[in-house]
């Protein structure tokens, strides 16, 4: 599903064929979970090929190593350069970008030896389908905010994640919603949230959820529509009785959330502001010059 005998990804400075990369089992990534990774977009917009805000997401990226000690040889502009070529070289024009910076062999416990550079991409639906999803409130707890740094994506942060996400399944539940440390509202394992209350948005403010670059995406069009926004706690008593709510994220682009453990969000979900939200991203993401949103 994300290669073929013909996908070139890149590896350790070279664009090669990704059937003949090979991976140590002795990388630290592997054993400890200690690797940086980002997801991207790109769209087919009127403009030719753009991957979505690629500065903010390389961006992420080095300063997410940065705080792991994990050297990160590359600048910005040449990260994007390596994503674009790695576009063409697949002929692909709507892909998903993944660059992952794995920790070279070291069985030890210290951060800060040498670290190689993949990227890869490959034709991904909406991570999280198109309709709307019945969602729970997880027992797995999001990461505690003193146990790593908040600033991207940590491989390892993610198993917390893969357990909430698993449960949900298990249940018969599309996705799960975590609480932090505190008990309130964080986020779903691969998405931020937003809920909406009497015509304004609520999104958990940043200090121990993932910074999505979706999620400040999501509150610059608001702002340009007229929709306030607040970055603030939020309980699950006002989740359950929120008037709309949807997720938000690269790979999950936005979508909305019908019900929250049995209990049926109150608006229909097209006559919300949160799906006026979802309309103006899928038009941004398409014409990244010309955001639709400025216009409307
Ligand atoms: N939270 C987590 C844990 C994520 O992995 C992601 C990205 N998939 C997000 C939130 C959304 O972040 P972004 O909008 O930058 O993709």
Redesign the pocket.
Known sequence: MYYNDKTVSFFDGKFVKSKEIAISPFAQTLHYGLGVFE?LKAYQTQHGVRIFKPTE?FT?MKKTAEALHLPFDYDIAELEEIAYELLERNKFKNAYIRPILIAADNMGLLTGGDTKLFMATWKWPRYLGDRLLNTCISSYRRIHAQSLPVVG?ITG??VP?IMASTDAKQRGFDEAIMLDENGYVA??????IFIEKEGVLITPPLGN??P????ATVIEIAKSLKIEVFERVITIEELLEADAAIF?????EIVGIASVEGTALKLLFDKSQCARIAEAYNELVHSVHEPAYTII
Request: charged residues 10%; contains cysteine; glycine residues 16%.
């Open positions: 997801g997401h992420r994506k942060c993610y994640n986020q779903a394992p691969g998405s931020n959820i993932m999505g670059i979706t999620r938000t994220g690269t790979a999950t």
